[in-house]
């Protein structure tokens, strides 16, 4: 298959990006990294922590309860990635998870055809939230967990008590995170206590995890393997459905060459477009020294167009584009380092098997683009109002 570039251009807005800019301080003081091979470096480094995702009201608590994986870092964190790396290899997803994506998107396409028309976020969120609860061990959940965990998310936005609005979406997100734990978690937890299972929950209960501390690696791994997914596969089809030339390559293609188109389309369009970490030592960033408790504001959106790293016309959809050395198909997509999303592998895998299924249902059109929100407190994007319709 040919490099060559086709009329796909980013569909998101990205506000303030400079690709192969240098490393340097913003007048806040948080230091931005937009280059590629500086951001690719910096995140594995080990002389830093987490930020950003709330993680600084979430190290207030450490002392007193185990954090998610997400939060923590050295040895501890690395441990626990060596511990459950089982339930997120290539051979894990295709021996024990493709029969069921493939019987899940089958049923979604059939909820399409019955309706005849569908919102696209719809299909692909109950489709994200089975896949992720299998991995996870959520099986046990109660009828619903779907709208819980939709509920819970949509009120995530920057917490807090003192202004009236944010006081009630915080109150609204504890209520929502209340259901979630009362009807999906502890019932999947009271059923592995009673017989373990191959699952996360079951590992969490062996390491002697409490309730609550089972109940935040739930929420972190249903907004990285759900919320994310969902979002890639509408921006993935509203991509392959306006552009019929990549669309026929897609629907041509073998699953390498599937997997290929799938990540060039993640890398224009990265679901959360900035990482941030806090600096524990003095780092070299480029020709530039960061210093040790700076917060780093690391571009993932910006590093993923650096002509430097992925050639010319960054931002154009170009499936085997040849790139530098050490430049991954997705860019920075899923991160790098030691907090690399450990799920990539599923995520396209359940994205390739949804979409080409999708794709191959007859009469199948686009009948309304979505709505972009961007979410800047996560800095990520969120899709609202595609909608399709099949034709018999």
Not at 43 to 65: D, Y
Not at 252 to 265: D, P, T, V, Y
Not at 287 to 312: E, K, Q, Y
Not at 317 to 337: K, M, T
Request: charged content about 25%.
């Amino acid at each position: 298959m040919s490099a060559t570039p086709v009329e796909s251009q980013p569909m998101i807005p990205r506000a303030g990006l400079a690709p192969g800019c240098p490393a340097h301080a913003g007048p806040d003081g948080v230091w931005k990294i937009q280059d590629y091979a500086t951001a690719r470096a910096f995140l594995r480094e080990a002389g830093t922590r987490q930020a950003g995702f709330n993680a600084e009201n979430v190290h207030r608590v450490s002392a007193k309860m185990r954090v998610p994986v997400l939060y923590r870092d050295g040895a501890e964190h690395r441990e626990h990635r060596k511990q459950t790396a089982r339930y997120f290899t290539p051979k894990r997803v295709d021996t024990a998870y493709r029969d069921m994506m493939n019987r899940l998107a089958g049923e979604q396409c059939a909820e399409l055809r019955r309706r005849g028309e569908a919102d696209l976020a719809d299909l692909s969120f109950k489709l994200a939230v089975a896949v992720a609860a299998e991995v996870v061990g959520l099986t046990d959940a109660g009828r619903g967990m779907s709208r819980r965990l939709d509920n819970f998310f949509a009120e995530q936005g920057n917490p807090g008590w003192r202004h009236p609005i944010k006081a009630v979406r915080t109150l609204l997100g504890q209520f929502n995170l209340g259901f979630f734990y009362y009807f999906d978690v502890r019932p999947s937890i009271r059923a592995r206590r009673r017989e373990r299972r191959d699952d996360l929950i079951s590992h969490l209960l062996d390491e002697g995890c409490t309730g609550p501390e089972i109940l935040g690696e739930c929420v972190t791994f249903a907004a990285a393997g759900m919320i994310t997914t969902r979002e890639f596969i509408v921006v993935a089809a509203w991509h392959l459905l306006t552009d019929p030339e990549l669309r026929e390559r897609y629907v041509q293609a073998g699953e390498k060459e599937r997997f290929g188109i799938l990540h060039e389309i993640l890398r224009v369009e990265p679901v959360v477009s900035n990482l941030y970490r806090r600096t524990t030592a003095d780092i070299a960033a480029g020709d530039r020294t960061i210093p040790a408790g700076a917060l780093v504001d690391v571009g993932v959106a910006a590093a993923n167009l650096d002509p430097a790293a992925v050639g010319a016309d960054p931002g154009a959809v170009c499936p085997a584009r040849p790139v530098a050395d050490g430049v991954g198909e997705a860019g920075l997509s899923f991160g790098d380092g030691a907090h690399r999303c450990p799920g990539a592998y599923i995520a396209i895998q359940e994205s390739d098997i949804f979409l080409s299924k999708l794709l191959a249902e007859p009469g199948l059109e686009l009948v309304q683009e979505p709505t972009v929100r961007i979410r800047p407190e996560i800095a990520a994007y969120k899709l609202v109002g595609l909608r399709l319709r099949v034709r018999g």
